[in-house]
């Protein structure tokens, strides 16, 4: 396992990430259309704005720190951290058994950016704060979901 | 007259406080429990319904969430015949309580003398029949489902659930001590009659729960009921000669510093309860030490310990050792908690249960769960992530 000095050490284990049958989808509106489309291109897009050049999320029509109209999604390089996260173990949506981790995920860019999704392709009981994580696509329909799973070097198989 | 300094200058008290019929799957009409608790409380602060010249209530129309809204303010006034000089509904607003501030605020600038505030669900009836509906419809998700619900996160639980578990990654909160909130709550339903769940629970009990979203077991979570809850505030000069002893708003808690949301914050072991809770001791000379009850909004165990803190009960990050073992918040204790078992065990009523209740201690109403030493000055406070308002009781005149 190739680690640098400053990652630390992740205890997270592999399991195989099983596609659910169901995912309740989402309608994007003019201004989460990006995040939930990218995935069809590859890529993870946030909003930025051009002016201060500070990222945000959810997108907006306006910068909410220098009240800029000149913002737009950018792709993201998909890496981060998980800031904070839950075990669900309650099954709310048929087709979609639990347990799933649910994480507030901090972006590489700027973490005080954060993206919720899942953390797959990991023991939900290994997954820890600060876990470093990277994004794939699932696509449903016409939406790419974003998810994460252990960034590559990280976990142990 | 009232103190300088007093918030709407002493202006706003309130007058009455009633309840409807509270239980699981009662049966019967959102409008018919609003209208069971709207009398109760005009009669409790021995008014005529014709004396009733402002309505307030949360959230108004156009909710879909099923049982989220008993009765719209429309409703009641139609179904009553109310002749207002004043009334409003919102949801954007300070908490499950804001129309109640909104209400102390026409009073005391003259818009209104006697306002009937209310909060209205029948959620257990409405879910029983419905809910099904909501996850499986084969609808696209819209509004504040759609960041969430992709990934399975379709309850409040999981959204606060994130922030529960970081904050006891950094500060050591334990389980345990989130259980001490759940156990206060059923030892005081325990000794309120309306309250829905009243059997005795142990921290065993408490600990073998089944999970919902970690760290949330089954008793962090509260109960949808079916239930309304009314207050009435009133002008100060128009209280005079009603049976209750009038309890001044001594201020109250309205600040939103950040956008509202349940993941951006900037420290997300914090809440909207931070904001509400600093524009409250803002606005008043009185100090957390001056406080004798806490009704904290506990529609999850871990909102009242963001309450405990975001109210300067605590240090931040250090409610754990505060509610270690109960005995703090017990009823007998330094800062009794939750007197009518709250929303853990006394039922979900959205945010009004907790007005209702610290007038009910107020007026030495409690009856069994009555605190022993008679309270003077309560402090209230609803809502949780992004949704928060709070308010500062006295029974001084």
Known sequence: MEQTDDRPQSSAVAVEYVRPEVRLLPTPTAETEAFWTGGRDGRLLIYRCRSCERWFHPGSAACFRCRSIDVGPEPVSGRGRVAAFTINRQPWIPGFPPPYVVAMIELAEQPDVRVVSNVVGVAPESVSVGLEVEVFFEQWEDIWLPLFRPAAGVIDE | ?397
């Open chain 2, 1 to 397: 007259m009232s103190e300088p300094g007093v918030l709407f200058d002493g202006k706003a008290v309130l007058t009455g406080a009633g309840k409807s019929q509270v239980g699981r799957r009662l049966g019967r009409g959102g409008l018919e429990l609003t209208i069971e608790a709207a009398l109760r409380a005009i009669a409790d602060a021995g008014l005529d319904p014709s004396a009733i010249d402002g309505v307030a209530s949360y959230p108004g129309p156009g909710v879909p969430d099923p049982g989220f809204s008993g009765a719209t303010v429309t409703e009641l006034r139609n179904a009553l015949g109310l002749r207002s000089t004043w009334f409003t509904s919102s949801m954007e607003t300070a908490g499950q309580i804001g129309p109640a501030i909104d209400a102390c605020m026409a009073v005391a600038t003259g818009l209104a003398e006697h306002v009937l505030v209310f909060r209205s669900v029948w959620e257990s009836t409405a879910q029983t029949a419905g809910r099904a509906s909501v996850l499986v419809g084969g609808g696209r998700l819209t509004g504040h489902l759609e960041p969430f619900g992709p990934f399975g996160a379709v309850s409040a639980a999981n959204w606060l659930a994130m922030p529960a578990q970081r904050y006891m990654h950094d500060f050591g909160l334990t389980r345990e001590q989130l259980g001490a909130i759940a156990i206060n709550a059923r030892r005081n339903a325990g000794l309120n009659p309306d309250a829905v769940y009243r059997t005795p629970m142990t921290m065993e009990d408490y600990l073998e729960a089944r999970m919902i979203s970690d760290p949330f077991c089954l008793y962090d979570c509260d109960v949808p009921c079916d239930g309304a809850t009314a207050v009435i505030i009133s002008r100060r000069e128009a209280a005079a000669g009603l049976p209750k002893p009038p309890l001044t708003v001594e201020s109250v808690g309205t600040g939103m510093f950040e956008r509202a949301t349940w993941d951006q914050r900037a420290d997300i072991t914090t809440m909207a309860a931070h904001d509400a809770a600093t524009t409250l001791w803002e606005r008043t000379a009185l100090r957390p030490a001056d406080v004798d009850i806490a009704q904290l909004y506990d529609g999850f165990s871990f909102l009242t310990v963001q309450w405990l803190e975001a109210l300067g009960f605590c240090e931040h990050g250090k409610v754990g050792e505060f509610i270690e073992g109960g005995h703090r918040i017990a009823l007998d204790g330094e800062l009794p908690l939750n007197t009518s078992g709250g929303q853990l065990s006394g039922g979900r009523l959205h945010g009004m249960g907790f007005l209702h209740e610290a007038c009910v201690q107020l007026w030495g109403e409690g009856g069994d769960r009555q605190v022993r030493k008679p309270p003077e000055l309560a402090a209230v406070a609803v809502g949780g992530g992004p949704v928060a308002g709070a308010m500062l009781l006295s029974r001084r005149d």
